[in-house]
C-alpha cells in the first residue's frame, strides 16, 4: 500500500465548477506538500502545510492531522486549471525529514 | 534568478551509452534532490544531497550517480544507459524554512533509452 494515496486518479470538471482533490497518508508527518504539473511543464509548488488550512487565491488546503487527510480545493474553475495535482508529505525517515514521498499526481480537466 | 535549471532538456540514448544532466540553481540551497517522474507511479527519489561534497542515495539509486562538486551544481550520471531508465527526470533543491523544507523544482529533463 502506498503511504500517499490520492483520489479520484482523474477528473473533469465544467467551468466554474468547485472541485475538491482528497490526499491520505498513512504516517506521521511533518508537513504536507501540494504540487501542480502542467502538461509537459515543471512542477510549481502550491502549498506547504502542517496544520489548519492555507488560501491563495481560488485555491485553498486544508489538512486534518488526526485523521491524515488533506484536501486542495479550487473554486471558481477554470481551464487554466487543468494540471496534474500532486499530494506529498514529508515525514521523518533515518533521522532527516527534509524527503518527500509523493503521491501518483490527480489528473484535473476543465473545460469551457 | 533563474531558480533550478536543467541541462538537457531531452536527450535520445542507446542502450549503454552514458551521460551525464546538470541541475544548477542560483538560490543559494542548501539541499538538492534528484528525482524520476513514470507513468502511474509517483516521483521517486534516485539521489539527493544535503550539502557541496556529499551524496545519499535515495529510493531508486541503481544504476545511477551523482556527485555535488560545488553548491549550486548537483549531476547526475548514467554509466550505462538502460531502456528501463527512459523516464522524465527532475531535479530539485530545498532550504530549510522553520523545519519546513519547501523545494523548487526545474523544469525537467525527458530521457529515452533505445
Known amino acids: 500500500k502506498n503511504e500517499v494515496e490520492q483520489s479520484p486518479q482523474n477528473l473533469t470538471a465544467q467551468e466554474g465548477e468547485f472541485i475538491t482533490i482528497n490526499c491520505s497518508y498513512s504516517v506521521g508527518i511533518s508537513a504536507l506538500h501540494w504540487l501542480q504539473q502542467h502538461p509537459g511543464g515543471g512542477i510549481v509548488s502550491l502549498f506547504m502545510l502542517s496544520s489548519g488550512k492555507k488560501k491563495h487565491g481560488r485555491l485553498i488546503a486544508t489538512i486534518n492531522i488526526q485523521e491524515k487527510h488533506s484536501s486542495l480545493h479550487i473554486t471558481a474553475s477554470h481551464p487554466r486549471d487543468s494540471a496534474v495535482y500532486i499530494c506529498a508529505v514529508r515525514s521523518w525517515s533515518g533521522g532527516s525529514n527534509y524527503k518527500l514521498t509523493f503521491g501518483k499526481g490527480t489528473l484535473l480537466t476543465v473545460n469551457p | ?114
Open chain 2, 1 to 114: 534568478n533563474a531558480g533550478v535549471t536543467q541541462t538537457p532538456k531531452f536527450r535520445v540514448l542507446k542502450t549503454g551509452q552514458s551521460m551525464t544532466l546538470l541541475c544548477a540553481q542560483d538560490m543559494n540551497h542548501e539541499y538538492m534532490y534528484w528525482y524520476r517522474q513514470d507513468p502511474g507511479m509517483g516521483l521517486r527519489l534516485i539521489h539527493y544531497s544535503v550539502g557541496e561534497g556529499t551524496t545519499a542515495k535515495g529510493e531508486v539509486p541503481d544504476g545511477y550517480n551523482v556527485s555535488r562538486l560545488k553548491k549550486q551544481n548537483f549531476l547526475l550520471g548514467l554509466e550505462s544507459a538502460a531502456p528501463s531508465q527512459t523516464s522524465v527526470y527532475f531535479c530539485a533543491s530545498s532550504y530549510p524554512e522553520q523545519g519546513i523544507y519547501e523545494q523548487y523544482f526545474g523544469p525537467g529533463t525527458r530521457l529515452t533509452v533505445t
